[in-house]
């Protein structure tokens, strides 16, 4: 399809661990952005990319997480050293709009992280 | 967390009836956003209401928007069992001291329950 994609679906950590999230944005879209769920709750900002800048990371929780979007279209977010207090959905979304416009956004699926 | 709040929390109701869920939030907005999301899925899009608007439709929605006391309502008529999911109102970042790039802030939700 021609939808957001991301993988894993599902990551299950071990404490300590390192993981690597994927997101697959919808081809031609200039914004990426990544959100983090927590069981419950609404999704919450971390970061957002505008192509290969990572332009906004203020609600990234802490330096043990890192985004990158090298060629402006996949993206991927990396966790070190995984806490369980990491353990929640991680929501990418892409639009094609600069962000500051009315940007609906296109999420994917989400991949679920759980850290025991 | 600087998300708003929807109310309800949770919403059961019987498959015809119509169901209005509210959304507050806490600083200026240039639009409001409502989104659907399936357990264990991402959200997806369904109206967008810009400050200067009112009112919106679109099939079986209805949005409303006041500005004066930073509310929205969204109201699905004539409810289907298939409209049992989440709903979250986002509001732009633009008012907000963390996120100026256009990233969505999110409410916490309602959980429609829809019964045959």
């Known amino acids: 399809g021609a939808g957001v994609s991301q993988s894993p679906r599902y990551k299950v950590a071990k404490r300590g661990q390192d993981v690597a999230l994927r997101c697959d944005p919808i081809s031609g879209h200039v914004s990426l952005f990544w959100y983090q769920q927590a069981l419950g709750q609404g999704p919450e900002f971390l970061t957002y990319?505008?192509?290969?800048?990572?332009?906004?990371k203020s609600g990234l929780p802490s330096d043990r997480f890192f985004a990158e979007r090298p060629e402006g279209s996949v993206s991927t977010l990396k966790i070190q050293r995984t806490q369980q207090e990491d353990s929640a959905v991680y929501l990418c979304a892409s639009s094609p709009r600069l962000a500051g416009v009315e940007n609906e956004q296109f999420f994917g699926p989400g991949t679920r992280l759980t850290v025991l | 967390s600087q998300q708003g709040e929807e109310d309800p929390q949770a919403l059961s109701i019987q498959e015809g009836e119509n169901a209005t869920m509210n959304c507050s939030y806490k600083?200026?907005?240039?639009?409001l956003q409502w989104y659907r999301q399936n357990s264990g899925r991402g959200l997806v899009h369904l109206i967008l209401i810009r400050s200067n608007e009112r009112e919106k439709h679109s099939g079986r929605l209805r949005v409303t928007l006041d500005t004066s006391k930073k509310s929205s309502s969204l109201l699905i008529t004539a409810s289907r069992a298939a409209d049992t999911v989440s709903y979250f109102c986002a509001t732009d970042g633009s008012g907000w001291s963390r996120g100026s790039q256009g990233n969505l802030i999110f409410g916490k939700g309602t959980k429609l329950s829809v019964k045959p």
């Open positions: 990319f505008q192509n290969e800048a990572q332009l906004d």
């Open positions: 600083t200026s907005i240039n639009n």
